[in-house]
């Protein structure tokens, strides 16, 4: 082979190498773009979904109560109801204590909306222990009741029994005052003859 035959072959195969190597790195690209836009797309589809699954909590369900009436026996029926959660999941009831009242809206400031006027927080402090299933059982139960119940300051604790854990939690139910009944109307005495 004389090196004429060599620089014709070189004059042909480098082009062609040249244009193989961009053909491949086109080829590779344009995988990693479609990669990117399934990826992109599955992304997108989880937000999505995280969004509906936010909205549905949000809304709350039928049959669910912000506030129930206020009167002689709502406390005691809520504290039934915690006892009687607590016997269900096999947890017990250290500790419940009632907070005081505080009035509606932030100390200081302008007072709530008409609509939110009657509704009044009631909280108290609530430790329970038992085993971490049942307790975390309870507390499932307790967020799924038909009234909102809000829990703050949630700490979880294990005592010296390590097959134990304790849960405490400030859980706050909501109240519309009781509206006043109406007077008797006043009838007339009619004097006996």
């Known amino acids: 082979m004389t ?5 014709r072959i070189a004059l042909v195969a480098l082009p062609t190498l040249i244009a193989f190597g961009l053909f491949a790195d086109a080829f590779s690209q344009r995988n990693h773009f479609v990669q990117d836009s399934e990826q992109r797309q599955q992304v997108e589809r989880l937000i999505q979904q995280t969004l509906k699954s936010l909205e549905s909590q949000q809304n709350i369900p039928e049959g669910r109560k912000a506030a129930v009436p206020e009167d002689a026996v709502e406390e005691s029926q809520f504290l039934n109801y915690v ?6 999941n096999e947890v017990e009831i250290l500790r419940w204590s009632a907070n005081p009242r505080l009035p509606a809206g932030p100390p200081g400031g302008p007072p709530p909306p008409a609509a939110l006027a009657e509704i009044s927080p009631i909280s108290g402090l609530l430790e329970v222990v038992g085993p971490y299933r049942s307790v975390l059982a309870f507390a499932r139960t307790l967020e799924q009741n038909d009234r909102l119940l809000n829990f703050s300051s949630v700490a979880w604790t294990r005592p010296d029994a390590r097959d134990k854990v304790r849960l405490s939690m400030i859980v706050t139910r909501y109240v519309v005052k009781a509206p006043t009944p109406p007077a008797p109307a006043a009838t007339p005495v009619v004097p006996a003859h």
């Open 83 to 88: 006892r009687g959660t607590a016997r269900a």
């Open 3 to 7: 090196s004429h035959d060599r620089s």
